[in-house]
């Protein structure tokens, strides 16, 4: 069945960088479109990137814009998320998740999540 | 970007009643790209509807969802206790793919 394990989490301090993974399995990884979506303690939910089933297209929120990058390895069946000048706003948990169905770019909902990775950015 | 409003924040209920939830979207969402999760404590969230009245697969038909445009809702016809947990709403289909802020059931 559909697998999503994410890794990569822990402590970092303000400003500094960290890179997380999403390992895939129980799918044809590179025909399904992938998201990184974040909760914060407590808080609800917020949509992080999406990048397209071959790479070729990716997008954000404004909130990471410009400090995150979304990318993928189809031969490796992975997934990234990588974070630069983090701030203590974004500590959260990071969840990748999957389209629902191949193909497109984010246009079937979100049908299977990952456990997720908690991120705390903290001095 | 649009922005998604749920109503009501918080319902108290018990097993057995039927429950109305309320997604209202700050512009038309196209295509009806609406869909709504449940999130349970220490989960990750589960799809339940997508396309605002597809049942995802091994969801219960107790589970339906209806709307369009701006207006949309969740039904629960008899609420289970697996039901219990935090609802979202999500617009998807270009980005951003903003999130309502959830509105949470908890067990009377």
């Known amino acids: 069945q559909v697998q999503l394990v994410e890794s990569g989490g822990g402590v970092v301090q303000p400003g500094r960088s960290l890179r997380l993974s999403c390992a895939a399995s129980g799918f044809t990884f590179s025909t399904f479109a992938m998201h990184w979506v974040r909760q914060a303690p407590g808080k609800g939910l917020e949509w992080v990137a999406l990048i397209s089933y071959d790479g070729s297209k990716t997008y954000y929120a404004d909130s990471v814009k410009g400090r995150f990058t979304i990318s993928r390895d189809n031969s490796k069946n992975t997934l990234y998320l990588q974070m630069n000048s983090l701030r203590p706003e974004d500590t959260a948990v990071y969840y990748c998740?999957?389209?629902?169905?191949?193909?497109?770019?984010?246009?079937?909902?979100?049908?299977?999540w990952g456990q997720g990775t908690l991120v705390t950015v903290s001095s | 970007e649009i922005v998604l409003t749920q109503s009501p924040g918080t319902l108290s209920l018990s097993p057995g009643e039927r429950v109305t939830l309320s997604c209202r979207a700050s512009?038309?969402?196209?295509?009806?790209?609406l869909a709504w999760y449940l999130q349970k404590p220490g989960q990750p969230p589960r799809l339940l509807i997508y396309?605002?009245?597809s049942r995802a697969t091994g969801i219960p038909d107790r589970v339906s969802g209806s709307g369009s445009g701006t207006d949309f809702t969740l039904t629960l016809s008899r609420l289970e206790p697996e039901d219990f947990g935090v609802y979202y709403c999500?617009?998807?289909?270009?980005?951003?793919?903003?999130f309502g802020p959830g509105t949470k059931v908890d067990m009377k």
């Open positions: 998740a999957r389209d629902l169905w191949p193909g497109g770019s984010g246009r079937s909902g979100f049908g299977s």
């Open positions: 999500q617009h998807y289909g270009s980005s951003p793919f903003t």
């Open positions: 396309g605002a009245s």
């Open positions: 512009q038309s969402v196209s295509s009806s790209f």
